[in-house]
């Protein structure tokens, strides 16, 4: 009896909340639910004054007086005698991200579908109505859905099946023949249709971006061991150049060293054998001193005169001019040309270094056009750089103020320490900062002539005008202000350009695209000039001052 009981458990289980019947009703339709599922499902359809069925969907008018089926319950009360009532397991139950079943009472399932006919959401054993009964068997089904209240018109509380074109949003169909009619309406179907063969070609667009992309990242990659594979080269035999050079040198210091040593033992040697002889001459010279003394205290003249000449006699003295002393001055000359030596290896480095340094140029990959030029202030001030002036390229009669960003000429020159970087007949100054990528600076200036320049470093310092002043050589481009005009210098190569008086001038720099443009800055900027060339050089931001003029490059940060 027990085994039949569990056998048809099931169907003593309420469609709605799916645990054994709890006072149970029957329908006219045959089917069963517990008394306080079905009166809550009837009270949902009130306002509708029209009642059905949760399983089958059968339509009930009135709505139905309900009696409890003592039956049922009967069978029920034994069932729960038996213990044989199971409850779902927790991982079945709807959490607070789960989509819950919308017919189950008390702790809701999760809900496996969701029906866009219904609008409502369904567990498995709600579902089953959807597989079981043929006009249910037409519904749409999707995955569970949080949305499907976004399918009822706010307005007319139907379904939204007609999309309005010309207000470009869902619409039910009184909306159609309401407030959008006369607008250009298609169903909701139709209008999806549409929009899928818009949302394929997007990704078949997409796609092939993908495609190009992975094109793009694949030669990039390439790029990226090409340079890593030329870089490392690179290292390797400047390396071996350089050990080669070092192991050079070790050898002429080892050289020099033993060529000192060899001297300085020969010289010692001749200078040791000088000096025994000597000394092997005093000790001659002494005792033939002391026969001369016993000589001298002998009393007998006979005797005397007679021991006389051969006491007296002396021998050869050495040759004292074979001693040659130069203190301090032995190996002099040779330190002196090994200093001399060294001061032409730094020479050739200097020189030849710049031209090292500028063939490491900067690996320029891009895959798409260069950016826009900026067109406002605040455009231009995305690229703001801090820039402040070298006093040791200033020409000395140039003050620096304000932490080194103004520079005031001067009559009487400054004392300034020497260096080989200060600029000595052109009064003119270079900033500290080196310019690359994109860059932007103002520059304040009086109305006396100022020159607004950028330059590269290896620009000279000592030459004549035209190799050290601003705008006179290809090192370097100038703009020239006057009260009233300006005029644009390169090469020796000047342009007279037409503007107003403006005290403050912008210069953008965009060294990797090779722009350079300077700018009258008031209320509004206003293109003075522009320079389209190929930059090969980090470059810095320079001024010339005439005389009592006065520039300060303007804080932007």
């Known amino acids: 009896m027990a085994q039949g009981i569990k056998l048809d458990q099931a169907n003593f289980s309420c469609p709605i909340c799916l645990d054994l019947f709890n006072e149970p009703v029957t329908l006219p339709c045959s089917h069963s639910y517990c008394m306080s599922c079905i009166k809550e499902h009837f009270n949902q359809e009130d306002h509708k004054g029209i009642y059905s069925c949760p ?47 919308d017919f189950c009472t008390g702790r809701k399932l999760k809900a496996v579908k ?74 909701a179907a139709a209008e999806r249709t549409e929009r899928q063969r818009e949302l394929e070609l997007s990704r078949q667009q997409i796609q092939q971006r993908i495609q190009d992309r992975d094109k793009d990242v694949k030669l990039l990659q390439q790029e990226v061991e090409a340079i890593n594979g030329s870089a490392d080269k690179a290292v390797e035999d400047t390396e071996k150049i350089f050990t080669q050079l070092i192991r050079l040198m070790e050898r002429r210091r080892s050289d020099v060293k033993q060529q000192i040593r060899s ?21 001659e010279l002494k005792r033939k001193d002391a026969e001369l003394k016993l000589l001298s205290h002998t009393e007998d003249h006979t005797q005397f005169l007679h021991n006389y000449p051969s006491v007296s006699a002396l021998s050869e003295a050495t040759d004292s001019s074979s001693i040659n002393i130069h203190p301090l001055r032995y190996f002099e000359d040779v330190t002196a040309a090994v200093s001399e030596l060294r001061d032409q290896l730094q ?21 798409s056009q260069p950016e826009p030029e900026p067109k406002s202030r605040t455009e231009f001030l995305q690229y703001a750089c801090q820039i ?118 912008g210069v953008y720099l965009d060294h990797r695209a ?38 300060e490059i303007y804080n932007l940060k």
Not at 263 to 283: A, D, P
Request: aromatic share 8%; proline share 4%; glycine share 4%.
């Open 514 to 551: 090779g722009i350079l443009s300077f700018y009258s800055v008031s209320e509004t900027m206003t293109l003075l000039h522009r320079v389209q060339t190929t930059f090969t050089q980090p470059l810095h931001a320079g001024l010339w001052l005439s005389e009592k003029a006065m520039a």
């Open 388 to 505: 402040t002036l070298d006093p040791n390229t200033a020409n000395t009669h140039l003050l620096l103020l304000k932490e080194n960003r103004m520079v005031v000429y001067m009559g009487e020159e400054q004392k300034y320490s020497p260096h080989p970087d200060r600029f000595e007949f052109s009064w003119q100054v270079l900033s500290r900062e080196s310019l690359t990528g994109r860059c932007y600076w103002e520059v304040e200036r009086s109305r006396k002539g100022v020159l607004v320049a950028v330059a590269s470093k290896t620009i000279s310092r000592a030459g004549d005008f035209s190799e050290c002043v601003f705008g006179q050589n290809d090192k370097s481009w100038a703009l020239d202000c006057f009260q009233n005009s300006y005029e644009f210098r390169y090469n020796n190569t000047k342009t007279k350009i037409p503007g107003k008086w403006s005290s403050r001038v």
């Open 347 to 367: 020479d050739v480095l200097t020189q030849k270094w710049t031209n090292v340094s500028l063939t490491v140029t900067e690996v320029d990959v891009s895959l």
């Open 114 to 187: 969701s029906c866009l006919v219904c609008l409502a959401s369904y567990c498995e054993k709600h579902l089953q109505p959807h597989y079981d009964v043929a006009p249910l068997k037409k519904h749409k089904l999707v995955e569970p859905s949080e949305k499907l209240q976004e399918n009822i018109c706010s307005r007319h509380d139907e379904v939204m099946k007609m999309f309005c074109r010309t207000d470009q949003q869902c619409i039910c169909y009184l909306c159609s023949v309401d407030e959008h009619k006369g607008h250009d309406t298609v169903s």
């Open 263 to 283: 001297q300085q033992e020969t010289e010692v040697s001749r200078v040791k054998e000088l000096q025994e002889k000597l000394e092997q001459e005093i000790t």
């Open 55 to 101: 399983h089958c969907r059968q339509s009930l008018i009135p709505r139905p007086f309900l009696v409890k089926n003592n039956v049922i319950a009967s069978v029920v009360g034994q069932l729960k005698k038996t213990g044989l009532q199971a409850a779902p397991a927790d991982h079945c139950y709807a959490g607070p991200e789960d989509v819950a079943c």
